[in-house]
C-alpha cells in the first residue's frame, strides 16, 4: 500500500546571503494512520519538512508524495493535510462551535453536515458543554483542544503538529499527551509531530525520526531509538547516556569482544563492522553499583543524589570518565555506599550499544 508520507533526497534551501540548507537530502516514509515525530533540537529542520508536506514552501530538489502521488504541484488547498500551530490561531470572538465550523464553512459544506461534524469534533475532545463560550473566554489547555478539533473537522488525512503542546504548563502538558495519542487512534488519521521535548516523542509516537542539522540520523520506534541509539548524537539526544571508550579485539558473527580501559573485556551485539577503537553507550539504569573488583569498571563514588523514586550516583572512573548510575529506591533502599567510597560498576554485556560516530 502507498505510503502516506514518501520523500527521496528532499532538499530545501532558503535563498539568502548566505544561502540556509535547512534540509540537506532527507529520506523518510510515514505510514497511513501512523503517529510519527520529528524530533531534534532548535534549527535542525523539524518545521520545514512540515511546511514542505503542508505547501507552504517548495522543495530545492528531490521527490515528495502521499499516498502515492506527488505533491510537488499540488497547492495546499488541496492536499487534504491541516496543521495545528504553537499558537492555537483561533478567533477570539467567535464560539467553540463557530470555531470548529469554520474550516467546514469556507468549503461551503451543507449547514446540517457542519452542525452534526461540530458536535461530533467537540465530543472527540471534550468541549460540548463549552460550544457557545467565546474561545477568548476558555483556559489555554481547552484553546487547544478546539484548535485540535478545527483541524480534524474537515477529515484530513494527515495532520501537521507543530509542538502544540509547548505553550502549555506541565501537568496539562503530560494530560493532552495522552489525548493526542487517544485521538490519533480513534481517528485513524496520520499525526506527523514536531516537538524537542524527547519524553513528549518517546511516550506518544509509533515511530520517531531523529534529525540534527538537516538530516535524519535515525528512524525507529522509541524502545528502538533508546535502546539501540544509531550515533553518539542519538543517544546523547534521547534520555541520559554514559559513553565509554573500548576497543573492539575480536568478532564472532554480529557479536564483538571489547576491552574496556579497566582491562575488563565483555561480549555485546554490533550491527556492522565494528572494529578498532569505538565508543560505546551505557544507560544510567543499566548499570548496578558494586564492590570495588567485584564489577568491570572501578572508580571513585563521589556525589549521591536522591530523587525520590531513584537515586544517582556519580562515580569517577579509575581513566578519569564520569560515570552516573541510577538506582530503583525500594523499601530497602540503603545500600551502604557513600561518597568517597571505592566502588565496582556492573553490567550485562548486552546493554552496551557501540556507536557509530
Ligand atoms: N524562511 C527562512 N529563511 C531562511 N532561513 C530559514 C527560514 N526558515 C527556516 N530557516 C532556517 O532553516 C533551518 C531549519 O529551520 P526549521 O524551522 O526547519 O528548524 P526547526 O527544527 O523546526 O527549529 P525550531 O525547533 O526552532 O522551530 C534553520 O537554520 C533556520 O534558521
Known sequence: MAKAISARALRKVYPGNPPVEALGGVDVEISDNEFFTLLGPSGCGKTTILRLIAGFEH????TLEMFGQSLLDLPPFKRQINTVFQSYALFPHLTVAQNIGFGLEMLGKPKSEIKATVAEMMELVQMTEMADRQTSQIS????????????????PKILLLDEPLSALDFKLRKNMQLELKRLQTETGITFIFVTHD????????????VMSNGAIRQIGTPRDIYDHPADRFVADFIGDTNFLDAEVTGTQGEEVTLKLSSGASLHTRADGGSRGRVTIAIRPEHARLVRENEGLLSGTLGEVVYFGTDTHFHVALDDGTAFVLRQQNGPEAANGFAGGDRVGI??????AQVLRD
Open 59 to 62: 522543495p530545492t530538489s528531490g
Open 140 to 155: 489555554g489547555g481547552q484553546q487547544q483542544r478546539v484548535a485540535l478539533a478545527r483541524a480534524l473537522a474537515p477529515r
Open 198 to 209: 524527547q519524553e513528549e516523542a518517546l511516550t506518544m509516537s509509533d515511530r520517531i525520526a
Open 346 to 351: 556492573a553490567f550485562p554485556g548486552a546493554v
